[in-house]
């Protein structure tokens, strides 16, 4: 929306509110999770709805997200309405940040659980410039550590699942699915198929090296962002943001995990260690 320090504003403690009631069960009560949610999902609204009043107010709307948005046009020339402008933006709060932070926290736990793989990754960065930008180019020639986030989003993914809608009467598992019913496909347990993924438990990138490419066995046998034709939007520009911080963290710090911390994954809103994820960082010379 093309604010800066979010993250140091309310609105991010109201954006974190927010998100743990998300999943919650649904008691509309001031106390409970999910009656919380609600209360903060309205004052996010109100807070977006004064930044896109605002912005249509300038002659120039802007490249970011809002301004694509607000120049939108349907096929008849009319604009997004107030309301539909509210929800796409919390949408992709939601879209573009807490799966993405999922998704780098469980790179830094697992690849710190998994010396081998680190020093594999960390190898392999010795041969780019950690003070030169990061190009295309060189990103493409990081094969070992694109392997290692595919493994990531394979073990934890950050969204369970999806649904999708029964165009016609079918048959699956020996049961018969109604035209019109919604269904849901489970992404975790795709990605514990034993038959595609042995030893399912274990993080291990060489699944995805080129001689095996265990994700190209199978149509739909690996869907960390869905597949289809509603595949989620955001994929390529998501893997972009994982591997680049993935690089810059490699090229230039270290880090450790902190004693006396509960790793366990809670999958709700999207998996994250039960405490955090509590690191000392510090920087390689």
């Known amino acids: 929306m093309g604010s800066d320090g979010g993250s140091q504003t309310k609105l991010a403690g109201l954006f974190e509110e927010w998100v743990k009631g998300l999943f919650s069960i649904p008691l509309s009560l001031p106390w409970t999770r999910f009656g919380k949610a609600l209360r903060c999902r309205q ?25 694509i ?3 939108a046009r349907d096929e008849e020339g009319n604009s997004l309405p107030l309301d ?19 998704a ?11 010396s081998d793989v680190l020093t594999r ?8 410039s950690s003070t030169e930008p990061l190009t295309t180019e060189s990103l493409k020639q990081m094969t070992y550590l694109e392997q290692v986030l595919k493994e ?8 369970g699942g999806g649904f999708r809608q029964v165009i016609q009467d079918c048959e699956f598992g020996g049961y018969s699915i109604p035209k019109g019913w919604l269904v849901q496909y489970q992404i975790g347990k795709t990605h514990q198929d034993e038959t595609l993924y042995p030893d399912y438990k274990n ?3 060489e699944r995805f090296a080129p001689e095996n490419a265990v994700d190209k066995q199978k149509v739909f046998g690996y869907i960390p962002f869905g597949g289809g034709m509603r595949e989620c939007l955001g994929k390529e520009f998501a893997r972009l943001e ?10 230039s710090y270290e880090w450790e995990l902190l004693p006396e911390q509960d790793l366990s994954l809670v999958a709700v809103p999207t998996p994250h260690p039960r405490d955090g994820l509590k690191v000392k960082l510090s920087k390689l010379d």
Do not use: W, Y
Request: glycine content about 4%; hydrophobic content about 45%.
């Open 43 to 67: 004052k996010l609204l109100q807070h977006i709805e004064e930044i896109i009043l605002q912005r249509q107010q300038k002659e120039n709307f802007g490249e970011d997200a809002l301004g």
């Open 69 to 71: 948005l607000l120049q």
């Open 84 to 102: 539909e402008l509210k929800d796409q933006i919390l949408l992709l709060l939601f879209a573009g940040h807490e799966t993405l932070t999922s």
């Open 104 to 114: 780098v926290a469980s790179f830094c736990l697992l690849i710190s659980q998994h």
């Open 121 to 128: 990754a960390r190898e392999e960065q010795k041969q780019f």
């Open 152 to 159: 990531v989003l394979r073990l934890t993914p950050p969204v």
């Open 203 to 205: 993080f291990d990138p």
């Open 242 to 251: 994982m591997k680049i911080f993935a690089a810059k963290l490699l090229q």
